[in-house]
């Protein structure tokens, strides 16, 4: 079971995830930083001075002055600012990894590594139109002889 296990986490698509989730870790925390402390700063400036990551709404009776004060006495609130900046967070690294896809796509196609599409195994009957194997001489369907 050692011996299967250790050919299991030494196959290159096992090490590839790992290090895919461990970079993907590192670039969520560099995105979340970009966003609460780039992003979201300037644009709470030109929106009134509003920071967006203690925007709440408090369901509590009782009145807190900050989000902090809320959590910290344990009063239910909904985080919706929180919710702003995590919502940018996912835009900013959707985005990334669909230029990052992209540009790979673009580079299998310059170095000529995509591969051909496989032969067809399929045909349509031209006369019924129903799918039979591509080295079918009758079709199942309405028996007609096909062509060679």
Do not use: H, W
Not at 83 to 104: K, P, S, Y
Request: aromatic share 8%; net charge positive.
């Amino acid at each position: 079971m050692l011996k299967e296990f250790r050919e299991f986490a030494l196959k290159g698509n096992v090490v590839d995830l790992a290090v895919g989730v461990i970079i993907g870790a590192a670039f969520g925390k560099i995105t979340s930083s970009l966003v609460s402390d780039v992003i979201m700063p300037p644009l709470g400036f030109l929106l009134g001075r509003v920071d967006f990551s203690s925007l709440f709404i408090n369901l509590a009776p009782t009145d807190y002055a900050s989000l902090a004060d809320a959590k910290a006495a344990g009063a239910p609130v909904i985080a919706y600012g929180a919710f702003i900046n995590t919502i940018l967070d996912f835009t900013i690294v959707a985005f990334a990894v669909f230029l990052l896809v992209r540009q790979m796509n673009k580079l299998k196609t310059v170095l000529g590594r995509n591969e051909p599409p496989p032969a067809p195994s399929e045909k349509s009957c031209p006369k019924c139109l129903s799918t039979i194997p591509i080295a079918a001489t009758k079709c199942r369907a309405c028996t007609a002889d096909l062509p060679a």
